[in-house]
Nanobody, 128 residues
Framework: QVNIEESGGGSVEVGGSLVLSCVGS????????MGWFRQSPGQAREAVAA????????LYDASVKGRFTISQDNAENAITLRMNDVKPEDTAMYFC?????????????????????WGHGIQVTVSS
């Protein structure tokens, strides 16, 4: 059984930084596509960033490119999202997701429907 656990998050002031971590376990394969999505109240869930743990160029949504960095940790199936220069519009529930397939980590395929496994979500609030 696959389990996804997020940690980090919380409140941060505009222009500040925050780190989100995600650890997955129970995968069939050692390498998986893992990513972050976010959802604000009344809004659709949107893709933020993704990385293939077997090695790939990370994907970013245009709204976070240059401010957020996704990276693979030393531990297997563990990723980190470093959020810099945060803005009020970054306020949302952030979800870590994983797919056993590589495709969701490719341009054009990074959508929530392509991820089979999800964490429960963690709140990020940016205050001015």
């Amino acid at each position: 059984q696959v389990n996804i656990e997020e940690s980090g998050g919380g409140s941060v002031e505009v222009g500040g930084s925050l780190v989100l971590s995600c650890v997955g376990s129970g995968f069939r394969d050692k390498e998986n596509c893992m990513g972050w999505f976010r959802q604000s109240p009344g809004q659709a869930r949107e893709a933020v960033a993704a990385i293939y743990t077997g090695g790939s160029v990370p994907l970013y949504d245009a709204s976070v490119k240059g401010r957020f960095t996704i990276s693979q940790d030393n531990a297997e199936n563990a990723i980190t999202l470093r959020m810099n220069d945060v803005k009020p519009e970054d306020t949302a529930m952030y979800f870590c997701a994983a797919s056993q397939y590589r495709a969701p980590c490719r341009e054009g395929y990074f959508t929530q429907k392509n991820f089979e496994h999800w964490g429960h979500g963690i709140q990020v609030t940016v205050s001015s």
